[in-house]
């Protein structure tokens, strides 16, 4: 049996880059004369902008900062031992650059291993231990204060998570384990299913003193010290950490089973972390810890050389780094300045826009409209919605005034527009109107100012045609609702320039989007995939399957929603008006579905009826539709939607649409929130083998998004 330090050794020769984290040990006397205290700080050594993370090399330091302080313990020297980190950042778990290098399962059980053999000898030293959460943790910094017999909590800390699942592991350092034994099933399963599964929702230093985790909670600036007079009060007997009995009967049961639920309405089986998680927790309930930390490595091992676990780090990276630097972008310093937007138009889809704008650049927006009616309906909704921000304490009186008095509505574009550097327009999906609308901006605006269209599926070449200098038009494409999904497709048309593109980057940037650059071509990147994915599930209603298992076939996806209740949500005949675009670009990919025309011309808002709260056929609908005789499986049906799909792929790889596949999965993760543990689609085509089966080869080469060769 090889010693933890030998397994460390090896792990850390597979991970040579690794940002290393000492573990400093210092002494002191604690107050009150209740003795001397060892006190290990974590710390990479970089400000607090590179979190401190658990590598090989950083346990092994750990190691050797425990090997110290045993031995004085062990020989009455110190009365206690403390863990904290460096300013603001305690410690953000496994290193996982490390954890795409890993090729084999035996290395896989090692990293697994190696954090526990290191965690539990915290709990086995002869003296109390303590962990003090001064700053950020995740993941195995979460983890390593669970073994300390004691925890104090910073009320500033600002996030405090076990994220595994959601990235597609489990909490692997005794998280599954401890957790649940420390605070009860059901909250642990609030934080390690039921929050990673919500988007990484992170807790506050609050909420983990609520929920039992910490013992106890000072302010922020003066964390350190009143947790050190706190432990002195414990190791002196003072102070008696009292905890709640943990109900290790139905109650524990019932946790998981709401656990499952939780995990079956997110991913739908489709992806295995959540429920390795919940088998860990159900077993725990026995409080046997080895047996427990047992079970954690085996599903470590197995998940790290999953394909879940390689696509959710693959969706990490797109949209940490890939989105924050977007391919093809030009040159920043070519961007020009905005001091003032305007918006043409003001329906719904235009007062987002303009509250955007508002919010994020805080710089005069001025909207018009064809009817004094139509423009102080929008500007009534942006005051609206600043009201709602100030009511929720989101902003102060003096900021809620200062934004509504930038936003102004006026009928007149020469009035409105003279002086505005960046005019958007928002109006009815029509090729003649738009070039309609450019013209009259043209006439009237800087000859500096872009003009961009939010069209989610026209050419922006030929709605710049017509102008003098199409070359200052971009396309600057947001998805619904436009406060929360971070999409934004900039479309370079034939003639736009450099500049101009630069500035749209620039101002995307100032709005907090993720951009993606994408080539004018009929319906860009989301709507084109949704729409050819949609309408062969169209296609097959048509044809004779049930409209239950058209939906059905492609739950393993785990989509958000399903493709008749997205239809909804989107409206019927925005979905009929771009398979006609689209129909008319590509004739022989994509169709018009006479059932859907007649859906949107009976008027009807979507296929379902909830009177009894779930989604049901609305029996108008049924009686609308006009099928065939030719009825397929869920997995047919599955087949042709998916071929369908890596066939569109591939065809606008080839076009160049956008810069690479992994543009694609970008774009369906945050403008479609297309699944984050299935590493957008392009990851799951090569896994399920329909990427080779269509087009002859896999999206990704090896290694990404997978398990390297």
Request: glycine fraction near 10%.
């Amino acid at each position: 049996m090889s010693t933890t330090a030998e397994l460390l050794k090896g792990a850390a020769e597979l991970f040579p880059d690794e940002v290393v984290t000492q573990a400093h040990v210092r002494h002191f006397e604690l107050p009150f004369q209740a003795g001397r205290f060892a006190l290990i700080t974590l710390d990479n050594g970089l400000d607090h902008t590179k979190p401190t993370t658990f590598g090989p090399a950083s346990l092994a330091n750990l190691n050797t900062a425990i090997d110290q302080v045993e031995r004085e313990a062990a020989a009455g020297e110190i009365v206690g031992v403390g863990i904290t980190g460096k300013p603001f950042i305690f410690a953000v778990g496994a290193d996982l650059k490390g954890v795409e290098l890993l090729k084999k399962h035996e290395d896989a059980l090692a990293i697994g291993k190696g954090g526990h053999e290191v965690f539990k000898r915290l709990s086995k030293l002869a003296v109390p231990t303590f962990a003090y959460y001064n700053g950020a943790a995740m993941g195995g910094g979460v983890e390593v204060g669970l073994h300390c017999t004691y925890r104090t909590v910073s009320k500033a800390l600002p996030a405090f998570s076990l994220p595994e699942v959601f990235l597609g592991l489990v909490p692997g350092w005794g998280g599954c384990t401890l957790l649940p034994n420390l605070i009860g099933a059901d909250k642990a399963v609030s934080v390690i299913i039921e929050n990673s599964l919500n988007q990484n929702k992170q807790l506050k230093g609050v909420q983990v003193h609520e929920l039992g985790i910490a013992d106890a909670i000072f302010e922020g600036a003066d964390f350190l010290e009143q947790s050190l007079l706190w432990t002195a009060s414990v190791l002196k007997g003072e102070t008696v950490v009292d905890r709640p009995v943990i109900d290790r009967g139905e109650a524990w049961d019932q946790a998981v089973a709401r656990g499952r639920f939780i995990a079956d309405s997110k991913v739908h089986g489709a992806a295995p972390a959540a429920y390795r998680a919940l088998d860990i927790i159900a077993a725990a309930k026995n409080g046997d810890l080895q047996q427990g930390y047992d079970a954690e490595d085996q599903a470590l091992a197995d998940l790290i050389m999953g394909g879940e676990l390689r696509a959710g780090i693959y969706s990490f990276n797109l949209v940490q780094k890939r989105g924050k630097r977007p391919a093809g972008a030009p040159d920043k310093s070519l961007a020009r300045p905005v001091t003032k937007v305007g918006v043409v138009g003001a329906g719904l889809m235009a007062s987002q826009l303009a509250l955007l704008f508002l919010r994020r650049l805080e710089v005069p927006v001025v909207l018009t409209d064809i009817d004094q009616e139509r423009v102080d309906k929008g500007v009534g909704y942006v005051h609206a919605e600043i009201d709602k921000l100030l009511g929720k304490g989101r902003i102060n009186q003096d900021k809620a005034n200062r934004l509504k008095a930038l936003v102004s509505g006026v009928l007149d574009k020469a009035e409105g527009f003279s002086d505005a550097d960046f005019v958007i327009e928002a109006v009815f999906e029509e090729m003649s109107v738009k070039q309609q609308v450019f013209a009259e901006v043209e006439a009237v605006a800087p000859a500096h100012a872009i003009l961009a269209t939010n069209t989610s599926s026209l050419s922006v070449s030929e709605m710049a045609s017509k102008l003098k200098h199409p070359e200052r038009v971009v396309g600057f494409h947001f998805f619904n609702p436009v406060a929360i999904l971070p999409l934004l497709e900039i479309v370079r048309g034939e003639k736009t320039d450099d500049a101009s593109l630069a500035t749209a980057f620039g101002v995307a940037k100032k709005l907090k989007k993720t951009a993606v650059l994408v080539k004018d071509a009929p319906a860009f990147v989301v709507n084109r995939i949704l729409t050819r994915f949609m309408g062969e599930i169209q296609n097959v209603i048509d044809e004779g399957t049930p409209v239950a298992v058209a939906e059905k076939a492609v739950e393993p996806l785990g989509l958000p929603m399903s493709p008749l209740v997205l239809l909804e949500l989107v409206g019927p005949a925005i979905g009929l008006h771009v398979s006609e675009t689209l129909n008319k670009a590509f004739p022989d990919r994509f169709t018009v579905s006479p059932n859907l025309k007649a859906v949107v011309e009976a008027g009807k808002r979507g296929f379902y009826v909830y009177d009894s709260g779930k989604p049901e056929l609305d029996p108008e609908v049924a009686a609308l539709l006009k099928q065939g005789d030719t009825v397929l499986t869920e997995e047919q049906v599955r087949d042709r939607v998916l071929d369908a799909v890596a066939q569109e792929i591939g065809l606008m790889l080839d076009e160049g649409v956008v810069a690479e596949a992994q543009d694609i999965d970008l774009c369906l993760i945050t403008g479609a929130g297309w699944p984050f543990h299935l590493g957008g689609i392009t990851p799951y085509l090569d896994r399920e083998g329909v990427a080779e089966r269509v087009n002859g080869k896999k999206f990704l080469a090896p290694g990404v998004a997978s398990v390297p060769a």
